[in-house]
T-cell receptor, first 115, second 115 residues
Framework: AQKITQTQPGMFVQEKEAVTLDCTYD???????LFWYKQPSSGEMIFLIY??????QNATEGRYSLNFQKARKSANLVISASQLGDSAMYFC????????????FGKGITLSVRP | DTEVTQTPKHLVMGMTNKKSLKCEQH?????MYWYKQKAKKPPELMFV???????INESVPSRFSPECPNSSLLNLHLHALQPEDSALYLC??????????????FGPGTRLTVT
């Protein structure tokens, strides 16, 4: 079974600053994928970034980067140059590679960007 | 184009009504999913369709009935729902069924209220 832990209850960041959202995970699988999703108040889950467990480089997608520390089982999301539109709930998720595996979500972190 | 569409956006129904939620994707994805999400909680998987066949039913009550008419469409038929079924219903798709390295793309959701 997989478990995702997101313990930060709510995060605040000043516009244009960087922020790190924490995610730790637990799994016995050797091969897996890690994902971050953003969910604004409108409800849509927006895929942000993916990291494979065997990827040696940290994933980056525009202003998003994933700080992957496999030995510590952490996959923190870094958002650089925060914008007001980044205010949303952020979910970390993981799924083992291979058929019939399910996406396991953390409980989410609320990020508020202050002007 | 990474768009998953869902209709209707909002739905209010009585406990004796029958209604359907619709989901569509034109990305050629072979896996489609239904999730239920309560406020401030992560999505919970309900059903998975793999190559148009139901592959996972997460012990969902029979008042929810999924249907996959073709590879682009996914329906969720609702009948005799309870007020506790009020939630955001999210549809998602991915390129291959439940393969960990492929991200799921979510639709905007249907906000369902059962009165």
């Amino acid at each position: 079974a997989q478990k995702i832990t997101q313990t930060q209850p709510g995060m605040f960041v000043q516009e244009k600053e960087a922020v790190t959202l924490d995610c730790t995970y637990d799994t016995s699988d050797q091969s897996y994928g890690l994902f971050w999703y953003k969910q604004p108040s409108s409800g849509e889950m927006i895929f942000l970034i993916y990291q494979g467990s065997y990827d040696e480089q940290n994933a980056t997608e525009g202003r998003y980067s994933l700080n992957f520390q496999k030995a510590r089982k952490s996959a923190n999301l870094v958002i650089s140059a925060s914008q007001l539109g980044d205010s949303a709930m952020y979910f970390c998720a993981m799924r083992p590679t291979g058929a019939n595996s399910k996406l396991t979500f953390g409980k989410g972190i609320t990020l508020s960007v202050r002007p | 184009d990474t768009e998953v569409t869902q209709t209707p956006k909002h739905l209010v129904m009585g406990m004796t009504n029958k209604k359907s939620l619709k989901c569509e994707q034109h990305m050629g994805h072979r896996a489609m999913y239904w999730y239920k999400q309560k406020a401030k909680k992560p999505p919970e998987l309900m059903f998975v369709y793999s190559y148009e066949k139901l592959s996972i039913n997460e012990s969902v009550p029979s008042r929810f009935s999924p249907e996959c008419p073709n590879s682009s469409l996914l329906n969720l038929h609702l009948h005799a729902l309870q007020p506790e079924d009020s939630a955001l219903y999210l549809c998602a798709s991915s390129q291959y069924p439940l393969a960990g390295e492929y991200e799921q793309y979510f639709g905007p959701g249907t906000r369902l209220t059962v009165t």
